[in-house]
């Protein structure tokens, strides 16, 4: 039962990812928001790998993670591409502390690699499971310092948000959160009696992707068109760190 509940919750997160995209194609949002957007599309092309590669799954889901988690960091740079002008200087700041803490963080957690033996992990699955779980949550834990230290400088500057703005930093925010759940998730599963880590797991994720598609629902619905009094620049010139 709740495998079958899983399977569908895994095809509805997937459509919602696809409104998501073309929500922010329509509205043109793509000229401004190129990483989230790549992100965006990104999420829709492995959602649709994930699908239709069933005996691959476990693969693409893990490549997916270890790729999407080098572009996370892109896309919460983005998230401010609408007030660019105004937090400009707090923007690289925080972006550079963001990387160093990418960095470290990634640095400790592939430190226990070597305790990974072939024995133990004769797929070779676990061992890239480790990697992603690893890049994954550091990528999330420094994207959520970055979006904390850009809103607590909006605040002390008194800047001024745009929709679009406050939604993509809600969404994103909510959606690194998400990503160090399956973190914790995977720590309180070892506490599981073996019996019941099955159904944990499957019931886990579940809500995890319950939680992803509400935001994510969430976000497409929030999101508007570009205002007219937008720079024209950056519009037409593509955004970077």
């Given amino acids: 039962m709740l495998n079958q509940i899983n399977h569908w919750m895994e095809y509805g997160a997937a459509g919602v990812d696809l409104v998501l995209l073309l929500r922010v194609l329509g509205l043109r949002l793509q000229r401004v928001y190129v990483f989230l957007t790549l992100a965006c599309f990104l999420t829709v092309i492995f959602d649709a790998a994930n699908m239709f590669y069933g005996q691959e799954a476990p693969r ?27 937090v400009s200087a707090l923007r690289r700041l925080a972006m550079l502390r963001t990387l ?11 430190a226990f690699l070597p305790s990974l033996s072939e024995r133990d992990d004769p797929t070779g699955l676990i061992f890239l499971q480790f990697i992603a779980l690893t890049v994954s ?15 607590r400088g909006i605040e002390m500057h008194k800047v001024v948000m745009r929709k679009n703005t406050l939604v993509w930093m809600l969404f994103f925010g909510l959606l690194m959160a998400g990503q160090l759940l399956v973190w914790f998730e995977l720590i309180v599963l070892e506490f599981v009696a073996e019996a019941a880590r099955a159904n944990f797991s499957t019931a886990a994720t ?10 994510t629902l969430w976000c497409a619905v929030k999101l508007s068109g570009l205002p007219k009094d937008l720079p024209a620049s950056l519009s037409e010139t593509e955004p970077g760190p």
């Fill in 206 to 215: 579940i809500l995890l992707n319950f939680y992803g598609l509400v935001i």
């Fill in 100 to 110: 160093a803490s990418f960095i470290i963080i990634s640095f400790f957690g592939l």
């Fill in 137 to 151: 949550t550091a990528s999330a834990g420094s994207c959520l310092g970055f979006l904390w230290i850009m809103h």
């Fill in 60 to 86: 693409v889901e893990i490549y997916s993670e270890l790729f999407l988690a080098c572009i996370f960091p892109l896309a919460a740079w983005d998230v401010f591409e609408e007030i660019a002008a105004s």
